[in-house]
């Protein structure tokens, strides 16, 4: 009689083990599914054209939204195709637009995701870089960087340039070549127009130190960083644009930072 309970509970067991079993086996599957899934997502840079390639005419590749709390380039860019595509405007030049290079950490409203990394420190140092070693959005970017006459890239900073205190919102960076830096003139002035506070209006960072001790109003010192697509277009000698709107976390209005950048893509049409 013993014997028969001892099998019974022990037949018992082994069942809830089995079920326990299969519902874990559920449960990694259902994770792994769902983490492959987000990834495909997340990794995906979704990219428009519009126009095409003729000898008098450019190439511009227009990022928004490298890091996720700085949407202001990304709803720029959202408008544009929405002018573009109702008859609005009309265009003139080839456009590459990628209004959401990070399109999860936009979602999140947050710089990074922790699973990804910050994708504007994960570009080649080097001319010849190992295709293999690159994240998937970056390897994409670059074969975009390859056709585009010019990059206009768009960020936001947490403050004001103007006000010293370390941030670098409301100012245009330029790559170091000479179109670049005409055309960060050109949007200096138009920018700088129609804003009436001097706190709030753009500065060019350069690293010509003439031109700083020229006029210390209009342009300021810039800093490379490593792994950044500013240091990597130095490096091929691309023209290029940074632009850093004052946007993180709100410290200006969201309509002013998407007219300001509409205003410097409306220049490369
Ligand atoms: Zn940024």
Not at 2 to 21: E, S, W
Not at 36 to 57: A, H, Q, R, V, W
Not at 84 to 106: D, F, G, H, Q, R
Not at 217 to 246: A, C, F, P
Request: some cysteine; proline content about 2%; aromatic content about 10%.
């Amino acid at each position: 009689m013993k014997l028969i309970y001892i099998i019974i509970i022990m037949l018992h067991i082994f069942i809830i083990i089995i079920i326990v079993f299969i519902i874990m086996v559920l449960i990694i599957f259902y994770l792994m599914h769902d983490t492959l899934y987000i990834k495909k997502i997340c990794n995906n840079l979704e990219y428009f054209t519009y126009g095409s390639s003729k000898p008098d005419n450019k190439t511009v590749l227009i990022l928004g939204g490298i890091h996720g709390n700085e949407p202001a380039g990304s709803r720029a860019i959202i408008k544009l195709m929405n002018d573009i595509n109702t008859n609005e405007i009309s265009i003139k030049n080839k456009l590459i637009l990628i209004p959401y290079v990070n399109y999860c950490a936009l979602q999140l409203n947050v710089r990074a995701l922790s699973s990804i990394g910050d994708i504007n420190r994960k570009f080649p140092i080097n001319k010849d870089y190992d295709d293999e070693e690159l994240h998937p959005i970056i390897k994409k970017i670059l074969i975009f960087i390859k056709e585009a006459d010019i990059v206009i890239d768009f960020h936001e900073g947490w403050g004001f340039y103007k006000n010293n205190n370390g941030s670098i919102g409301s100012t245009i960076t330029p790559s170091n070549t000479q179109n670049s830096l005409n055309y960060a003139n050109v949007l200096y002035n138009s920018l700088n127009n129609n804003i009436i506070d001097n706190n709030k209006k753009f500065t060019i960072l350069v690293n010509d130190t003439n031109l700083i001790n020229t006029d210390k109003n209009k342009y300021g010192k810039s800093y490379d960083i490593k792994h950044t697509l500013i240091y990597y277009v130095n490096l091929i000698n691309k023209d290029y644009l940074l632009i850093e709107t004052s946007g993180q976390n709100n410290v200006q209005d969201i309509d002013i930072r998407i007219a300001q950048a509409r205003l410097i893509i409306d220049n490369f049409l």
